[in-house]
């Protein structure tokens, strides 16, 4: 494909996918609609959890099959989708050329759209693989890879035609995730990679925590090296930091997912390097966080005025708080006494939508106005988006958390688990209100794009966007 195409020239049918940014832009637009859809599938379980005996008889709506239809989307079309656009939006500019292949950027966004939507109805009609982060059936996990290399190429070919000759940062995880990641994906789903017993599990465990690791952890931290220096106007703290914090991620992630299995008979040996990788990822974590908040230095009185700002430092503390009760939860004793709580749910939604989810709306909340050249149509609908998704999150994270201690104890004593369902009943109901605040933020949210992209060119409001104060 011509990397230099102008999209002036271009006719047919084909000008609607030439257009510069135009798959970043639909990435986005996907990536946000995914998130109201596996936001409300989210609240329908957590609704179901609470209230078992809400809905009777009808396979589709039982809770084994909306969870993981949720995580699939949320994970898969929300996150990773708005992800992807905006580093089909970031590369580009950082290698100050055009994307390699618009045309390609676009069919991509469509055949993974296609792959989700069919994923649903495999997932709700009880066809499944049944492995954590991988239910997709196989005849979908193969276009799903597909859509992943294309994707990788797409990448790099951007890369290769670069002007600018250094390598920023963002660059780094961004080219390290296409190299690691298909591997992950290979070795995690059974069409391409199929053992048996406890080696089966050991290899599902390597994919399912990596796919956060070596998917969302590094895409996301890679676009927040972009961002934060970008909106702030300030040097990024400290190169030396970036170089640790990428050299280290890969080499303390990988072997981390065994601690899952600890009360397994997995080899001893592999649970030491599991439970010492896991405390050895304070590491990266800390000097990526380190850089990043000394890179607001004097800048942060931009946080009442800049709502994309807002976005990626409150993921920023939410991957500070995962990165923290991880490593904790993952030595020996205390894996033994929080396993199968709630605790570990709450854990698990504090990585992926509290840190992760933050930055997938940042990064649309930042780039639609460049991708699109129209203004977000209304500041306080964004602002009451944030708002609900903030308070959202951190209501289901205490809940989980609260419910996950209280089952610990409770089976620590002998309790029987019967008890300690109805013990916890009342922090499934903060859940599932949590998750109520949550799918309206989302509704908010979707609303804003359509006014902003489809139905008006005014803004209602001033920008998202406003100069930083002048620091001391």
């Not at 390609?104 to 954590?132: D, H, K, Q």
Request: glycine fraction near 8%.
């Amino acid at each position: 494909m011509d990397a230099n195409l102008d999209s002036a020239t271009t006719s047919g049918a084909w000008a609607w996918f030439d257009q510069e940014h135009s798959a970043s832009k639909r990435f986005m637009i996907s990536g946000a609609i995914w998130a109201l859809v596996g936001t409300f599938l989210g609240l329908l379980a957590a609704t179901e959890y609470w209230l078992p005996d809400m809905i009777h008889n009808v396979a589709w709506l039982t809770f084994g099959r909306i969870r993981p239809t949720h995580i699939n989307v949320v994970a898969f079309g929300f996150i990773s989708m708005s992800t992807v656009g905006a580093i089909l939006y970031v590369i580009p500019e950082l290698c100050r050329t055009r994307l390699h292949s618009e045309r390609v950027g676009n069919i991509l966004m469509l055949a993974w759209n296609a792959v989700i939507t069919a994923g649903i109805f495999c997932l709700l009609s009880g066809i499944t693989e049944g492995r954590e982060y991988a239910e997709l059936p196989w005849f979908l996990d193969i276009p799903l890879f597909a859509a992943l290399l294309v994707y990788c190429w797409l990448v790099w070919m951007t890369v290769l035609n670069r002007k600018e000759k250094q390598l920023y940062v963002t660059i780094w995880y961004v080219a390290g995730t296409t190299m690691w990641f298909p591997i992950v994906y290979l070795i995690g789903n059974k069409v391409f990679f199929s053992m048996t017993g406890i080696a089966d599990a050991i290899a599902g465990w390597f994919y399912g925590h990596n796919i956060l690791g070596l998917w969302f952890t590094t895409n996301g931290i890679g676009l927040t090296y972009y961002f934060l220096p970008k909106i702030t106007k300030n040097p990024l703290y400290s190169h030396l930091l970036s170089i640790v914090g990428f050299s280290t991620i890969a080499m303390f992630y990988t072997p981390t997912g065994t601690h899952h299995l600890l009360q397994s008979p997995v080899p001893e040996w592999l649970k030491a390097v599991a439970v010492i990788s896991s405390v050895m990822l304070l590491v990266p974590v800390m000097s990526v966080l380190v850089n990043f908040f000394l890179t607001m230095k004097g800048k942060w009185g931009m946080l009442g005025a800049n709502i994309p700002l807002r976005f990626f430092i409150t993921a920023m503390w939410f991957y500070l708080l995962t990165c923290f009760t991880g490593p904790f939860q993952a030595t020996r004793w205390i894996n033994w006494y929080l396993h199968f709580t709630h605790w570990v749910v709450g854990h698990a939604h504090f990585a992926l939508l509290g840190t992760f989810g933050f930055v997938a709306w940042g990064a649309i909340y930042y780039c639609v106005p460049r991708v699109s050249g129209r203004q977000w149509y209304s500041r306080r609908l964004a602002n009451a988006h944030f708002w609900l998704s903030l308070v959202g999150t951190t209501i289901m994270m205490t809940a989980l958390t609260i419910a996950g201690l209280a089952q610990a104890a409770a089976w620590e004593e002998g309790t029987p688990v019967y008890r300690g369902v109805i013990m916890v009943n009342p922090y499934m109901g903060m859940r599932a209100f949590s998750g109520l605040l949550i799918v309206i933020g989302q509704l908010l949210f979707v609303y804003n794009i359509l006014k902003t992209l489809v139905f008006t060119e005014e803004t209602a409001e001033g920008p998202l966007e406003e100069a930083a104060p002048s620091p001391l």
